[in-house]
Structures are given as C-alpha cells and as structure tokens.
C-alpha cells in the first residue's frame, strides 16, 4: 500500500530528469505509444542533460497486457544494452504476488535488479508530532507511505485515503497472496505468513493483533470474506463475478473439457460477460464433452456473432493432463481455478463452487493453447 505515493514522491525528489510512468494507463490500443513515448522521453533527456531516470508505477499492470513481452525487452534494451544505459536509472513499482517477468530470449531484467520492500515508519519518524505510536499502528499498520499520507498538521487524517482503497479494493485484493487474503478476512487462524505475504499486508493488517482502521474503514475486511463465498448462482451474477475475474486483463485462457457442451447456455453466458469486459476469450474444450459430439459447425453458429471470442479444440493428448477448469490469464503465470463450466454459464446452482487465485500454474497454456485445433 501507498507505493503510488512513493513513486510520485521519487519523481520530485529526482527533478526534472525523472520520467514517472504509470503501468494502469496501459490499454491494449495505447500501449505502444506509451512505450514509444517513455524510450523517446528518456533518450532526450539523456542527450539534453547527461541522465535521465525512470520511476514505473504498477509495472506489474502494463506488464499483463499483450505486449508485455515487448515491454520487457525494451525495458531490457534501454536500461541494459543500450549506448545510454549506464546514464539511466530505474526503480520498478509492482505489488507483492504479482508477475513481474515474463520469459523470453534474452537477460532477465529482474536480473539486474536489487529488491526492496515498501518503507516501515519508525518510532523516530513521529518526533515533532503529537500521534501516539499506538494509535498510528491501529490507524495504519506499520506503512511510512500511508503515515506520510495520513499526517496532516500533527494528526491523522484516513479520509482522502479511505476513498482511494474503497475504489482500488477489488484491484488490491486480487494482487494479494491467497494466504495474505484469507489473514484479512479472519480465517487465517493456523496459518503461518512467509515473509513476502507478511509486507503485502502492511498498511492493512497488524500481525497478531488484526485489521488496521483503514482497510476495515474501505471495507476491505468485508470484500476479503465475500472471496470465501461460493461461486454466485444465476446467469447474470455468475457472468459479472466472471467479468471481475478479468478485470484489467487483456487476454484470458477458459480451459474446461466439457465447456462446449451446452452451446445455447455458454452463447448467452459470452454475451453478458462481453457486455462487461473488454478481454478477448479464448475458449478451450474439447469436441466430444462427455457422451455427446459436438461439430465446429454448431460452435460457429452460436459463437462466431461476438468479437474478440475464439475457440479452440484441445489435442486429445492434452485432454486428460487437462482435468482441471481454469482461467489463465495471457501474459501471466496464473489466473483463477474455476468451477465446472454448466455451473459458470447458470446452469446449475454454484453450491459450494468456489473461484480460486492461483499464482501459476504447472502447465503453459499459451502453448497448449498455439498447438490447439481451431474451429
């Protein structure tokens, strides 16, 4: 929490030679200008003044996009190989689980780089204030940024940041550790936090002690224990929980051997779900789901009316590896672990199905999905 913050806080320090790029205003239709510009931006400035730095915010979000590898190598070019290189510095923001390497040819960018946890205030860090350390801890964790917000004329002020996560919540939380999610919504009784699932929750939850003020204020703890509800019944609230599950993504894999097989029902599903999110669907199954065939033919005819939709057959030797439902999302190691597809399109009540962050997963589904059949 309160990274934004810091990288805004870096840019003015640094002054006029800084660049402060922001990985959330990356969309699948500006993302190549906006690395154009920030090279462009950069190498100016360094034969103008001699240097140049780059602060990325949220470089975890541009690096989602569908030219993420792209970026990467060109961050690579620009910071590494390149004629300037040794002229410009660069500091990464990203949030704690989230990727922030994609693989490809050549050096690793996070290969060069030295890692830091967000600041932690310090009892020091008060002096000249009135603010109890005690209340500051209860008000918001052990966060320097969030303090640094908060501190208004020796007091603390939660108002304006309230605001902010309530809007950020969903975004948040889909970028904590599972563990560090089940902790704030109070079910994380026998659970022991490694370290990076421990700093992902500064600012919201107190080891030990519980949720701080402010994320129980933004309605954070309240979002964290619907994420252990089941998987919404109901066409239309099934199809919006899917939507959420894309939020800000680009591309996603929906893989699931029986996803074709009640067509009419998946058609309507799509519609709503297209209605919500602009991410392109790539629908994975297979030809024969269960005791039925199921004809290219007929999937056109129900699917071929929306944009940005494709379909794929998987190989029958992929078929039984297969056996789980997921939704990879394109250009990350993981995505969602999803209940079984007639529950997703409404066909079946969601009992106890639930939807599941999954880090990575122990296959490549953009080359299950390159070798599949399309239709």
């Known amino acids: 929490m309160g990274k934004s913050y810091l990288a805004e806080a870096v840019r003015t320090r640094l002054g006029g030679t ?159 550790p599972v563990k560090a999610v089940l902790t704030l919504a109070g079910r994380g009784v026998g659970i022991e936090l490694a370290d990076v699932e421990q700093r992902s929750l500064d600012g919201l939850y107190r080891v030990g002690k519980g949720p701080t003020t402010l994320a129980l204020d933004a309605d954070l703890v309240h979002l964290a224990m ?31 051997r029986y996803l074709f097989k009640s067509l009419s029902e998946l058609a309507e599903f799509v519609s709503i779900v297209r209605s919500h999110t602009p991410a392109r669907l790539c629908l994975l199954g297979t030809e024969r789901p269960g005791d039925t065939y199921v004809s290219p033919a007929e999937i056109r005819a129900e699917l071929d009316l929306f944009t940005d939709v494709e379909c794929r057959f998987m190989l029958p030797a992929d078929r039984s590896p297969l056996h789980d439902r997921h939704l990879a999302l394109r250009g990350e190691l993981g995505g969602w672990v999803v209940p079984t597809a007639d529950v997703v399109v409404g066909k079946v009540r969601g009992g106890s199905s639930i939807a599941t962050r999954a880090p990575a997963f122990p296959v490549d589904y953009d080359k299950i999905w390159q070798r599949s059949r399309p239709i």
């Open 18 to 176: 800084a660049f402060l790029v922001q990985g959330g205003t990356f969309t699948e239709e500006n993302q190549l200008t906006l690395r154009e510009n920030m090279r462009d931006s950069i190498l100016k400035a360094v034969e103008t003044t001699g240097n140049a730095q780059l602060v990325f915010d949220d470089y975890h979000r541009a690096l989602k996009r569908t030219q993420g590898q792209r970026l990467q190598a060109n961050l690579v070019a620009l910071l590494i190989d390149g004629a300037q290189a040794r002229d410009i510095g660069a500091i990464l923001f990203a949030r704690c689980s989230t990727p922030i390497h994609l693989p490809g040819r050549g050096s690793p960018l996070v290969s060069r780089c030295s890692f830091l946890w967000m600041p932690r205030w310090a009892t020091d860090d008060l002096s000249g204030t009135d603010l109890d350390p005690d209340a500051v801890d209860v008000a918001v964790g052990s966060s320097a940024s969030l303090l640094s917000i908060a501190e208004v004329q020796g007091s603390l002020e939660l108002g304006p940041l309230k605001q902010r996560l309530s809007i950020d919540a969903e975004r948040v939380l889909d970028d904590l």
């Open 226 to 256: 619907q994420r252990n509800t089941g998987w919404p019944s109901g066409l239309n609230d099934s199809a919006r929980h899917f939507a959420q599950l894309l939020d800000g993504r680009g591309s996603a894999i929906w893989c699931d």
